[in-house]
């Protein structure tokens, strides 16, 4: 009989447990919302409180912190690191090796190439469908 949870103690000594997603296998934090329909890769974790929405797909070697919101359709790259808080709005594409920083707001169908840093606290705010980002790493 196989676990249910895996267990993973951090740095600072705290436990956290994870469950493998149904689409992907990725790892799942209790107190985490993931879709069912959504794909997370199976090297990738989604921290507690965080809620990936409805046919998201998260890309290998991601991190998506607590609190986090991925909305609908989001598409995230590999190795992408996704900030506590941050809200990232429906239809967004996210490029690999890519930094979301904490509290980062970021709206629907927004384009972030790869390898951006979006500072901690940024409100990306396109005017029209469908923008492109991207800033020095």
């Given at each position: 009989m196989s676990r249910t949870f895996h267990e993973i103690e951090g740095e600072r000594g705290v436990v956290s447990r994870y469950r493998r997603h149904v689409n992907g296998k990725g790892y799942i934090a209790v107190g985490a919302e993931v879709d069912p329909s959504a794909f997370v890769d199976p090297t990738t974790y989604v921290e507690a409180g965080a809620r990936v929405g409805a046919r998201a797909w998260i890309g290998s070697g991601s991190w998506v912190e607590e609190g986090a919101t991925l909305g609908a359709g989001v598409v995230v790259g590999a190795n992408v690191h996704i900030g506590q808080g941050a809200l990232?709005?429906?239809?967004?594409?996210?490029?690999?090796?890519?930094?979301?920083?904490?509290?980062?707001?970021?709206?629907?169908?927004?384009?972030?190439?790869?390898?951006?840093?979006?500072?901690?606290?940024?409100?990306?705010?396109?005017?029209?469908a469908s923008h492109t980002y991207r800033t020095a790493a």
């Open positions: 990232i709005g429906r239809g967004t594409k996210i490029g690999s090796h890519s930094r979301i920083g904490a509290g980062a707001k970021i709206s629907d169908d927004t384009r972030v190439e790869r390898d951006s840093t979006i500072t901690p606290g940024s409100v990306l705010r396109p005017g029209g």
